[in-house]
């Protein structure tokens, strides 16, 4: 069974800094794009990053531009999101996701993901 594994989260006061990771395993693809998504009580799910296989590609929401940061181990394939200068209006359960079906760059929509993690709550503190 494919599993995707996302840590880091928790409560850190505004101004700080977590880093999430995203771990796959068991999924039998050779490559695939991983995306991070969030989703606080009420909203909809919003994307965050993305970085594809290689990790020569990445995009990052304009509302995080500047304070997170995608990157990939290609040793071991674990995906990181580095966010920084942490805001209240951060808070939310972190959701990693990947697209085995485009590698080769990155992915702004849900719908283009297949394979989804449990989520990672990240509250930050006024």
């Known amino acids: 069974q494919v599993q995707l594994v996302e840590s880091g989260g928790g409560l850190v006061q505004a101004g700080g800094s977590l880093r999430l990771s995203c771990a796959a395993s068991?999924?039998?693809?050779?490559?695939?794009?991983t995306g991070w998504f969030r989703q606080a009580p009420g909203k909809e799910r919003e994307f965050v990053a993305s970085i594809n296989w290689s990790g020569t590609g990445f995009e990052h929401a304009d509302s995080v531009k500047g304070r997170f940061t995608v990157s990939k181990d290609n040793a071991d394939n674990t995906v990181y999101l580095q966010m920084n200068s942490l805001k209240p209006e951060d808070t939310a359960v972190y959701y990693c996701?990947?697209?085995?079906?485009?590698?080769?760059?990155?992915?702004?929509?849900?719908?283009?993901?297949?394979?989804w993690g449990q989520g990672t709550q990240v509250t930050v503190s006024s």
């Open positions: 068991n999924h039998g693809f050779r490559s695939y794009t």
């Open positions: 996701a990947i697209d085995p079906v485009r590698p080769w760059t990155v992915q702004l929509q849900s719908t283009d993901y297949h394979i």
